[in-house]
């Protein structure tokens, strides 16, 4: 039972947005991962502090603090671990609460983004963080505790943001589709707007494909689709229908005269040649276009009409009145000097007079070595924006390109580039501390407060910085490497400056080819279902079974799942790959039989993204049904932190399943943040003890302790009790003492193909193996 069905599952759009997706999300920061405020003085009693847990069982957790700032956090996972509540008080009562804080807890900005936090989560601080929370501090003082389930939270809110941006805009380009320029167009006409529609028809694209590959065509339809955008009037929409296809609406109070404007300031922008192949490339285009409401012109009228005026113009096969040849730049010199398109409000030079002195400084051959490229994007600006207005908003846009102007020679270039972000060009900077010096000299005269109409505004930048080579051969390389080390300024938490590192170019490559490799190995049928047993503690009896995913690549490397499933769950292919692992799962598990004719349960992994899908439950049940699972023959495994995303949708979507038979098993349990009177309500059967807290619970006492508190727990409510991760027969041993039924590990059996686990059940063998220590569980 391995490999995919013959017909292809479905594709989802990847949410690993290539760089042309502009997508504006509302900033998220640190201060929303707050869960509580609470917290007590130093000098506070543990005495009390039992007392305001007893009070509050919702209470995660409480900051010490001197003077408003943090000495320690205490949380009650952490009381849990230390000692057993039953005897606290009368051992600990007197004592202050500093005895048992963490005097070291992570401490995070409250201005910190998401982003950022979440792949410190994925660091080495991570058990720390998702296991006691962190302290959310401002300028050092205290503002909350946050915590990981929060930050699960946030992140997926966001992402499905994402994926609602991708299904209405094109994957290439990132302008709105086919579907969502329809949809603006009629309602702008059930709303009696007035404005026109243009259409645009690449010409000769068909003989860029054909010569220089799609690569190189989809290049140019990425280069098209931003020189339209940076024309477009306010309230205009572009689109990419398809192929070669945009359109444009412009917006009210349009007339010919406007139309023919509209076209010239994009003839003027396509006027700078783009690289094709490697030589210099003019784009042109074809128009047609139409105006309304036009009297007998419904919706689909209006469309047909511009698209056979565009193909009139296509076929005459004269120059398109858009396209019009302009004088090469001169050699560079000082910006004053130079003819080039001016940004309206900052006077500075924009992205197109940039990209043409670079091209012109590497076409002379002066670009080749030291030249320094920095890029420049002005830290949280849209709060300006939407606080102050838009009239602040350019005050301090302006001032920004006066100061920066007046950091740099007479002979170095410096543009707006777009927003909030510039861009400086400087020579003769030749060793990576010049650059240094030259990036922190850009940086400081932005220090100083914007000094405005009855106030003043501090702003930070982010930095991206990159040096050109002798290996350097055209000016996309330049820009790309700064924009990337920008990118990795913003990631690491903005105000500060990032130099291009060539390593994360190559992880960057490596992470995007690995995402493309996934899309393909879902069509060719690349993934198999690998089976870990799960057997009684006691004698060692097969009980059930975990289906493992396993990527087998076309070079004959198996690779575990830790690898690639969190790029599935990025883009999206976790939702059909989910849905084939439950099938094929479900139809392996029909052969299963022991010699007594027991039958055995297999358990699937679920991850949030398939479980908020609002289809997750009637597919789920259509798959269950088409694979004539009986009750009990499928147990539903889900992280303890996914559980408690969202966990009113949890319950509900597992109580239905628990109606029809499924199981449910909360996975590493023990290392989130569930409140016990929500576990206490979860449609859980199965709780599965974490192998962190196994493999430890002999040279740390404390996570001995957590386990037997885990066991009372389960026993309080009814559930039974899996230990994962077990290798040694001293920790089956003690597991077995502590009455947990299951286990799972090496001791009992390694993960398996299905044809050898069907072939362990059928001869119904038990018992335990000794292994080495340290080796994995999966």
């Not at 689909?300 to 056979?308: F, H, P, Q, V």
């Not at 009896?541 to 599935?568: K, N, Q, T």
Request: negative net charge; charged residues 25%; hydrophobic residues 40%.
């Amino acid at each position: 039972m391995s490999g995919l069905p013959q017909n292809p599952l479905p594709f989802v759009p990847p949410s690993i947005l290539p760089a042309s997706f502009r997508l504006k999300l509302p900033f998220r920061s640190a201060r929303e991962l707050v869960v509580t405020t609470a917290w007590v003085p130093e000098h506070t009693s543990l005495e009390r502090v039992y007392r305001m847990f007893g009070s509050d069982p919702s209470l995660p957790g409480l900051a010490i603090l001197r003077d408003r700032r943090p000495l320690g956090l205490l949380t009650k996972n952490a009381l849990v671990e230390r000692f057993s509540y039953r005897f606290s008080h009368e051992l600990f009562g007197h004592k202050p609460v500093t005895v048992f804080m963490d005097s070291s807890p992570i401490v995070i900005e409250a201005e910190t983004s998401l982003d950022i936090i979440e792949k410190k989560l994925g660091g080495s601080e991570s058990d720390e963080m998702t296991e006691n929370g962190f302290l959310i501090v401002e300028e050092g003082r205290y503002v909350g505790i946050g915590s990981w389930q929060e930050l699960v939270r946030k992140i997926s809110s966001r992402r499905e943001e994402v994926f609602s941006f991708m299904a209405h805009h094109d994957g290439l380009t990132g302008l709105p589709n086919r579907l969502s320029f329809m949809r603006d167009l009629e309602g702008r006409l059930l709303r009696g707007e007035a404005g026109a529609v243009v259409y645009l028809d690449l010409n000769g694209f068909k003989e860029v494909n054909d010569r220089h590959g799609h690569e190189e065509g989809d290049a140019l339809l990425t280069r098209f689709s931003e020189r339209l955008e940076v024309v477009l009037p306010p309230g205009a929409m572009a689109a990419r229908l398809g192929g070669d296809e945009f359109a444009v609406i412009l917006p009210a109070a349009v007339s010919e005269s406007s139309i023919r404007l509209f076209l010239e300031r994009l003839r003027d922008n396509l006027a700078s040649p783009c690289p094709v192949g490697g030589q210099p490339y003019r784009i042109a285009a074809s128009a047609g276009s139409v105006i309304f409401p036009s009297p007998g012109l419904d919706l689909k009228g209006i469309l047909r009409m511009a698209d056979s005026r565009m193909y009139e113009e296509k076929k005459r096969g004269r120059r398109p009145r858009m396209v019009a040849d302009r004088p090469e730049l001169p050699a560079p010199v000082a910006c004053g000097k130079l003819s080039c398109s001016l940004d309206s409000l900052t006077g500075l030079p924009d992205r197109q007079a940039l990209y043409g002195y670079l091209e012109e400084r590497f076409r002379s051959g002066s670009g080749s070595s030291g030249m320094l490229l920095l890029l420049l994007d002005l830290d949280y600006f849209s709060r300006v924006n939407d606080l102050f207005g838009h009239g602040l908003g350019d005050s301090v846009l302006r001032e920004t390109a006066l100061r920066l102007r007046g950091a740099v020679r007479e002979s170095d270039f410096v543009a707006r580039i777009g927003g909030d972000e510039f861009a400086v060009v400087l020579s003769g900077v030749e060793t990576l501390d010049d650059a240094r010096q030259a990036a922190e000299g850009v940086r400081s005269v932005l220090a100083a407060p914007f000094v405005l109409p009855e106030r003043e505004y501090i702003l930070s930048a982010s930095l991206g910085v990159a040096l050109s080579s002798p290996e350097s051969r055209e000016f996309q390389e330049i820009v790309g490497n700064a924009d990337m080390a920008l990118m990795g300024a913003k990631e690491a938490g903005r105000s500060r400056t990032h130099f291009f590192d060539p390593r994360e170019k190559k992880r960057r490559a490596e992470r995007y080819k690995m995402a493309q490799d996934l899309y393909r190995a879902l069509s060719r049928g690349e993934f198999r279902l690998w089976y870990q047993p799960i057997v009684e503690t006691a004698g060692g009896r097969i009980v059930g079974a975990e289906a493992l995913l396993r990527w087998a690549r076309e070079d004959g490397r198996i690779i575990g799942p830790d690898l690639f499933v969190p790029l599935l769950e990025e883009n999206g292919l976790i939702v059909p790959l989910g849905e084939w692992v439950l099938e094929t799962a479900l139809r392996a598990r029909n052969d299963w039989a022991s010699p007594e004719g027991a039958k055995i349960f297999v358990s699937v992994n679920v991850s949030g993204v398939q479980l908020s899908r609002p289809d997750f439950l009637p597919r789920f049940l259509q798959i269950i049904d088409r694979c004539n699972a009986e009750p009990g023959a499928l147990s539903l495994e889900l992280t303890e932190t996914v559980a408690m995303q969202d966990p009113s949708g949890a319950e509900g979507v597992l109580s239905a399943l628990r109606e029809r038979g499924v199981r449910c098993a909360l996975d590493d349990f023990g290392t989130g943040f569930s409140s016990l009177a929500r576990l206490c309500r979860f449609p859980a059967d199965l709780l599965k003890i974490d192998r962190s807290f196994v493999k430890q619970v002999f040279d740390h006492p404390e996570k001995a302790e957590v386990v037997r508190t885990l066991v009372m727990l389960a026993r309080r409510l009814s559930l039974r009790l899996c230990a994962e991760g077990v290798e040694r027969e001293e920790e089956r041993e003690f597991l077995s003492g502590l009455g947990v039924e299951w286990l799972q590990g090496y001791l009992a059996s390694r993960p398996m193909p299905e044809e050898a686990f069907s072939r362990m059940v059928k001869e119904g063998r038990r018992g335990f193996v000794s292994v080495p220590c340290g080796i994995g569980s999966h």
